[in-house]
């Protein structure tokens, strides 16, 4: 099921009483507003919300365009197809809300949201949605998770063993479901992505010390590309942004050689 809720968003803002209209459109979907503001603003005390008219209006078409829910239903199903099956719904809110362009949000009956832009759904657009989908199933479908959902908390929580994991199989389930090659599903060139695999021993030997650790700080480090150079910086050594991602695939692909994806969503990472 795909939910806009981008057009109510444009129609608050559009309102003769725009303020009251914003304050009861954000009344009426404050649990999910909040929940999601705390993945990625945790630091304010209310989502924002583009309200810029002109853009809002090329998202509200963007949002509204039958080929936009064609290729969320579509990838979806092919998602459920792979057995990343966890996902029920899929919300739509203006992009602008954070860097990635959707969030899981386990616990919430398997929801994930999607933050749309004026351009077409792009591939990388799709692998999000996909990265998605694969953590919300592992996290429902393995860890069993329910209550409110705080990725912060459950960094805390689990090692990043578990955060790698659940990367890389998205990462295969995006290579299965699109077109599209390793580099590209990591919006890398080919170059650079030749780099991370001259890299990849090194790299390796790095994170090895830190698969069984927990904590925000780790996550952060490995698998958030918009993270500080400072917190990516080991030894004396920056990370590359993407390192985290690259080596998720790396480590993920033997278990999907040898078990298959659908079976390996619901292994133990």
């Not at 479908?141 to 990367?167: C, F, K, M, T």
């Not at 991370?196 to 069984?212: H, N, S, Y």
């Not at 917190?231 to 993920?252: E, F, I, N, Q």
Request: proline share 6%; hydrophobic share 50%; charged share 20%.
């Amino acid at each position: 099921m795909i939910v806009d809720l981008v057009s109510p968003w444009m129609a608050a803002v559009e309102a003769s009483d725009t303020v009251r209209a914003r304050q009861e459109f954000r009344a009426r979907h404050a649990p999910l507003l909040d929940l999601i503001r705390q993945q990625r603003v945790p630091h304010l005390t209310e989502l924002p919300l583009s309200d810029d008219r002109p853009s809002l209006r090329l998202i509200r078409e963007r949002a509204t365009d039958p080929g936009t829910f064609a290729t969320l239903t579509d990838t979806v199903a092919r998602a459920s197809a792979h057995g990343a099956d966890g996902c029920q719904s899929v919300i739509l809110l203006p992009a602008g809300a954070g860097d990635a362009p959707a969030e899981a949000l386990p616990g919430l009956g398997g929801t994930v949201v999607a933050f749309i832009a004026a351009d077409p759904l792009s591939d990388a657009d799709l692998v999000a949605i996909l990265l998605a989908i694969a953590s919300l199933t592992r996290w429902e479908r393995v860890h069993r998770w329910s209550g409110a959902w705080n990725r912060w908390e459950a960094a805390r929580d689990y090692p990043l063993r578990e955060w790698i994991y659940n990367a890389g199989l998205g990462l295969h389930l995006a290579l299965s479901v699109l077109a599209i090659e390793a580099h590209q599903a990591m919006a890398l060139s080919r170059t650079t992505f030749a780099r991370l695999r001259q890299q990849e021993k090194v790299l390796m030997a790095r994170i090895d010390g830190d698969l069984d650790q927990r904590g925000t700080g780790l996550v952060m480090r490995w698998l958030v590309p918009s993270a500080p150079r400072s917190l990516r910086t080991v030894d004396g050594v920056t990370l590359p942004p993407m390192a985290g991602h690259y080596l998720a695939w790396r480590l993920v692909s033997p278990r999907v050689a040898r078990a298959g994806l659908r079976d390996a969503m619901l292994l133990g990472a």
